[in-house]
């Protein structure tokens, strides 16, 4: 049976299968665990991570009334739960169309995500000594593209497609 093809919204892949083949088995613990040589390559395969993104706006008033505006997103990890705040800026995001089998399941539902999404604004606006609104409660489902590496001795690294960051396999825990 053919696997069902559905058009998502992901953020943009910037690595590509070689890159992050090559940075799963120079990752320092890869190499620690095959005595310094390179492991070897069991399977690569392209997974697609949930987030839900909320549109936001930083807003920092300055001592002269002058007033500034920065467009911003809100992201809460559709697994995790793990909030974080980005300018707008720094995420890139486009159509794809990809098999269902490649999307990994959303563990966290909406009704807490926005109660995360709330919750990082205020230490947003700490942080950031700006105010931050969420424009809308109304979340964009955004993928992140994961290349999930199955190294020799069934070792697992994630290589993030757009940053090129690695990760274990905690990463989708």
Not at 18 to 31: F, G, I, Q, S
Not at 86 to 99: F, G, K, L, N, Q
Not at 121 to 145: G, T, W
Not at 158 to 173: C, M, P, Q
């Amino acid at each position: 049976m053919a696997d069902t093809e559905t058009t998502i919204t992901r953020q943009t892949k910037e690595y590509s299968e070689e890159e992050a083949v090559k940075r799963a088995v120079t990752h320092p613990l890869a190499r620690l665990k095959t005595a310094l040589s390179s492991p070897s390559v069991e399977a690569v395969e392209l997974l697609y991570k949930p987030y839900y993104e909320y549109p936001a706006v930083l807003r920092k008033t300055q001592l002269l009334g002058d007033s500034f505006e920065d467009d911003a997103v809100v992201v809460v990890d559709g697994m995790t739960g793990i909030t974080r705040g980005y300018p707008r800026s720094d995420i890139t995001t486009e159509a794809a169309s990809v098999p269902e089998s490649k999307l990994l399941p959303t563990e966290i539902a909406a009704e807490q995500a926005e109660v995360q999404a709330r919750s990082k604004r205020s230490h947003m606006e700490l942080r950031e000594k700006r105010q931050v609104e969420i424009e809308a409660y109304d979340p964009e489902i955004v993928y992140k593209p994961l290349w999930a590496i199955e190294l020799e001795d069934e070792d697992l690294r994630l290589i993030d497609a757009n940053t090129g960051e690695a990760y274990g396999v905690g990463f989708l825990e």
